[in-house]
């Protein structure tokens, strides 16, 4: 069964923290991302990457931060934490060259709060 | 900008009814369009999704509908249940490739 794992399900960090999160997936996928949902307005692409240490900034990249290692990880980072980044953030991966398929696979979130 | 409208924000429907989300998006060049669900507590999911040659598809109780022309689709669940009650994502793309544009969102709640 495929896996996208994040490692923190709920976090509580105070303004101006550094805040990791974690996320690896057990497929082999070459392409990972991070969105953040939020009420009313959907998942916004935050960071994808297609290949180990490539990095493309998606539609809401200000604020943070991303590292890919390894194939199978892939970090988000919030290098200065604001209130206004407390969301739900979620990592997913895909297959490349999917075509019309281009299912995404989601882990289960981390929930932020920024005090 | 949300290049992906999708209405209504939430929805309450008895069991057996028939659920209807809407999606509108605006840029023609798109050309794929899934449809995500997720429970609560868990990541989405792909419910269905449809390519602008057709103007339908049908997996179970699952339809989506696809107007080229209004450039807008739906998704209809049929026989509505509880177990359906999730948040429900439209989403599109171009290309055929991954970067997909969502939609804001659809909570559903199938009343018994």
């Known amino acids: 069964d495929v896996k996208v794992t994040q490692s923190s399900r709920y976090l509580v960090k105070r303004t101006g923290e550094k805040v990791f999160l974690e996320c690896v997936q057990d497929m082999d996928h070459e392409n990972m991302f991070w969105y953040r949902q939020d009420p009313g307005l959907g998942l916004r692409l935050i960071y994808f990457s297609y290949d180990v240490k490539m990095k493309e900034k998606g539609d809401i990249p200000e604020g943070y931060s991303v590292s890919r290692e390894k194939k199978e990880r892939f970090s988000l980072i919030l290098e200065s934490a604001s209130t206004n980044q407390t969301s739900m953030y979620l990592c997913?991966?895909?297959?490349?060259?999917?075509?019309?398929?281009?299912?995404?696979?989601f882990g289960e979130g981390s929930r932020l709060t920024v005090l | 900008q949300q290049q992906v409208k999708q209405s209504p924000q939430s929805l309450i429907v008895q069991k057996g009814g028939i659920s209807i989300i809407n999606c509108a998006y605006e840029n023609t060049a798109f050309d794929y369009f899934p449809w995500y669900q997720q429970f609560p507590g868990k990541g989405p999911a792909l419910l269905i999704a449809?390519?602008?040659?057709?103007s339908e598809k049908k997996e179970g109780r699952f339809t989506i509908s696809f107007n080229k022309s209004a450039k807008q689709f739906s998704l209809h669940i049929m026989d509505s249940q509880p177990g359906d009650s999730a948040t429900y994502f439209c989403?599109?793309?171009?290309?055929?490739?991954?970067?997909?544009?969502f939609g804001g969102g659809t909570r559903l709640m199938v009343k018994p």
């Open positions: 997913a991966s895909s297959l490349a060259g999917t075509g019309y398929t281009g299912e995404l696979f």
């Open positions: 449809i390519r602008p040659d057709v």
């Open positions: 989403a599109a793309s171009m290309d055929a490739g991954n970067m997909l544009t």
